[in-house]
C-alpha cells in the first residue's frame, strides 16, 4: 500500500461570497455528487419480522473459533432476509446456570446468551464505528471469522444514502454549538442538537448541497424510507420471555415454530392464503429442538406446556424441511430453508 494522497486539488473550493445566507456549509456528501448505492428501497413498511434462537446452538461448541462463526452464520441469515430483530433465549434447564458472570472475560462458555448478545450486535454496528463502540473483549478476539453483512446501514465510502448512521464525537463543532458526528466519511458532518460522545445516531441526510443532517428515529429508515435498517438483539431468559417481553405494544399477532413433527410450510401456508400481520415471530429450536427448551421454562411448565403441547405457543407449528436427507438439520440451516420457503408472505418480488 502506498503512502496516502493529497486529493485537496480535486474538492471544489466554496469562496465567501458562494456560501448562502443562511450560513450553511456545504454537505461532504450530495446525491449529485456521490455515486448511487446498490440498495434500492421497497415499499415503506411499518410490519416487522422477528427471529427467536437459543443458546443451545453453541453449547456443543467445543472452541472459541466454533462459537464465533455460528454467530457470523445467525447474523448471515439475518441479515440476508432482512430480519428487524433477533432474540437470543436460553433454552437450559435454570438450575445449571451460573449466578453471576464476569462480562469482562469471556462468556461464551459460560454466559451462551451474552456472548451471541455481544458478537450479534457488533456484525450489526457499522463497521467504521466498531472501535469505539466495542472496545476490545475476549469474545471479540476471533473476530477475524466473522462475516460482512454489508447492509444498507453499512454504505461504502462515496455511496449516496438518504439515511446514514453516525457516532457522536467529542469534537468541538466549528460554530460552537451542535454536535460533531463521523457517518464514515473522509469529513464529519455538525447537527443541531448536542449528544454526548460515542453515541450512536440515525441521521437523515439533506438533499441539496447544502444543509444539516437530522437525527431521527432508528425505525425511520423502514418505515417511511423503504429500507432494511440492521436488525436489534435482546436477550430472553427462557422461550415464555420471548412473547411477553416483546417489544412491540401487541406483541406478535403471528407466530411460527419449527419441528420435525411439524406440518410442512406448503400445508400450512398454501400458496392462495395470505399472511395478514404486523409482527411476525419465527422460532428455532436447537439440537433438541423447542420442545427441550419448553421443559426448562418454569412458567411453562406451571401450565402444562411441554412435549407436544409446545406447538400451543403458536399460530403455525412447520417442519421446514419433510423427507430430509440428514439426520437432522442444524438451526443455522433451518433459518436459511424457513426463512426462504416463508419469505413470499411478506415479498411477492
Same mark, same amino acid.
Given at each position: %500500500?502506498?503512502?496516502? &494522497?493529497?486529493?485537496?486539488?480535486?474538492? #471544489?473550493?466554496?469562496?465567501?461570497?458562494?456560501? =448562502?445566507?443562511?450560513?450553511? &456549509?456545504? /454537505?461532504?456528501?450530495?446525491?449529485?455528487?456521490?455515486?448511487?448505492?446498490?440498495?434500492?428501497?421497497?415499499?415503506?413498511?411499518?410490519?416487522?419480522?422477528?427471529?427467536?434462537?437459543?443458546?443451545?446452538?453453541?453449547?456443543?461448541?467445543?472452541?472459541?473459533?466454533?462459537?464465533?462463526?455460528?454467530?457470523?452464520?445467525?447474523?448471515?441469515?439475518?441479515?440476508?432476509? /432482512?430480519?428487524?430483530?433477533?432474540?437470543?433465549?436460553?433454552?437450559?434447564?435454570?438450575?445449571?446456570?451460573?449466578?453471576?458472570?464476569?462480562?469482562?472475560?469471556?462468556?461464551?462458555?459460560?454466559?451462551?446468551?451474552?456472548?451471541?448478545?455481544?458478537?450479534?450486535?457488533?456484525?450489526?454496528? =457499522?463497521?467504521? %464505528?466498531?472501535?469505539?463502540?466495542?472496545?476490545?473483549?475476549?469474545?471479540?478476539?476471533?473476530?477475524?471469522?466473522?462475516?460482512?453483512?454489508?447492509?444498507?446501514?453499512?454504505?461504502?465510502?462515496? $455511496?449516496? %444514502?438518504?439515511?446514514?448512521?453516525?457516532?457522536?464525537?467529542?469534537?468541538? =463543532?466549528?460554530?460552537?454549538?451542535?454536535?460533531? !458526528?463521523?457517518?464514515?466519511?473522509?469529513?464529519?458532518?455538525?447537527?443541531?442538537?448536542?449528544?454526548?460522545?460515542?453515541?450512536?445516531?440515525? @441521521?437523515?441526510?439533506?438533499?441539496?448541497?447544502?444543509?444539516?443532517?437530522? =437525527?431521527?428515529?432508528?425505525? !425511520?429508515?423502514?418505515?417511511?424510507?423503504?429500507?432494511?435498517?440492521?436488525?436489534?438483539? #435482546?436477550?430472553?431468559?427462557?422461550?415464555?420471555?420471548?412473547?411477553?417481553?416483546?417489544?412491540?405494544?401487541?406483541?406478535?399477532?403471528?407466530?411460527?415454530?419449527?419441528?420435525?413433527?411439524?406440518?410442512?410450510?406448503? #400445508?400450512?401456508?398454501?400458496?392462495?392464503? $395470505?399472511?395478514?400481520?404486523?409482527?411476525?415471530? !419465527?422460532?428455532?429450536?436447537?439440537?433438541?429442538? @423447542?420442545?427441550?427448551?419448553? %421443559?426448562?421454562?418454569?412458567?411453562?411448565?406451571?401450565?402444562?406446556?411441554?412435549?407436544? #403441547?409446545?406447538?400451543?405457543?403458536?399460530?403455525?407449528?412447520?417442519? !421446514?424441511?419433510?423427507?430430509?436427507?440428514?439426520?437432522?438439520?442444524?438451526?443455522?440451516?433451518?433459518?436459511?430453508?424457513?426463512?426462504?420457503? @416463508?419469505?413470499? @408472505?411478506?415479498?411477492?418480488?
Amino acid at each position: %500500500m502506498g503512502p496516502p &494522497q493529497d486529493h485537496s486539488y480535486k474538492r #471544489r473550493r466554496i469562496d465567501a461570497d458562494e456560501t =448562502p445566507s443562511s450560513g450553511r &456549509q456545504p /454537505s461532504s456528501l450530495s446525491a449529485a455528487s456521490a455515486k448511487p448505492a446498490r440498495f434500492k428501497p421497497t415499499a415503506a413498511r411499518d410490519w416487522t419480522i422477528s427471529v427467536a434462537v437459543p443458546t443451545s446452538v453453541i453449547t456443543d461448541c467445543v472452541t472459541r473459533e466454533q462459537r464465533t462463526t455460528w454467530a457470523g452464520r445467525i447474523a448471515r441469515a439475518c441479515a440476508v432476509f /432482512s430480519v428487524d430483530e433477533v432474540v437470543i433465549y436460553d433454552d437450559s434447564p435454570v438450575e445449571s446456570r451460573p449466578a453471576s458472570t464476569d462480562h469482562e472475560g469471556y462468556t461464551g462458555d459460560v454466559e451462551p446468551a451474552h456472548f451471541l448478545e455481544h458478537l450479534l450486535n457488533y456484525l450489526e454496528t =457499522p463497521p467504521f %464505528m466498531r472501535k469505539l463502540l466495542f472496545p476490545m473483549h475476549p469474545n471479540l478476539r476471533s473476530q477475524g471469522l466473522l462475516p460482512n453483512l454489508d447492509m444498507p446501514h453499512h454504505p461504502y465510502k462515496g $455511496e449516496w %444514502m438518504p439515511y446514514r448512521e453516525g457516532l457522536t464525537l467529542e469534537a468541538q =463543532p466549528k460554530g460552537g454549538k451542535g454536535t460533531v !458526528v463521523d457517518i464514515g466519511l473522509e469529513e464529519t458532518v455538525t447537527i443541531d442538537e448536542e449528544l454526548p460522545p460515542k453515541t450512536r445516531v440515525t @441521521l437523515k441526510m439533506p438533499v441539496g448541497e447544502y444543509g444539516s443532517p437530522e =437525527p431521527i428515529h432508528p425505525a !425511520v429508515p423502514r418505515t417511511e424510507g423503504g429500507y432494511f435498517w440492521g436488525y436489534t438483539v #435482546r436477550k430472553a431468559a427462557t422461550l415464555s420471555d420471548v412473547f411477553t417481553q416483546s417489544p412491540y405494544e401487541e406483541g406478535y399477532d403471528l407466530s411460527i415454530g419449527t419441528s420435525e413433527r411439524g406440518q410442512s410450510l406448503h #400445508r400450512a401456508f398454501p400458496e392462495h392464503k $395470505e399472511a395478514n400481520f404486523t409482527h411476525l415471530l !419465527v422460532a428455532f429450536g436447537g439440537p433438541r429442538g @423447542l420442545e427441550y427448551a419448553a %421443559m426448562n421454562d418454569p412458567e411453562l411448565s406451571k401450565i402444562g406446556i411441554h412435549g407436544p #403441547r409446545t406447538k400451543e405457543l403458536f399460530e403455525h407449528w412447520v417442519n !421446514v424441511l419433510p423427507n430430509q436427507g440428514s439426520r437432522g438439520i442444524r438451526t443455522d440451516e433451518a433459518m436459511l430453508i424457513a426463512l426462504t420457503g @416463508l419469505r413470499r @408472505l411478506w415479498d411477492n418480488s
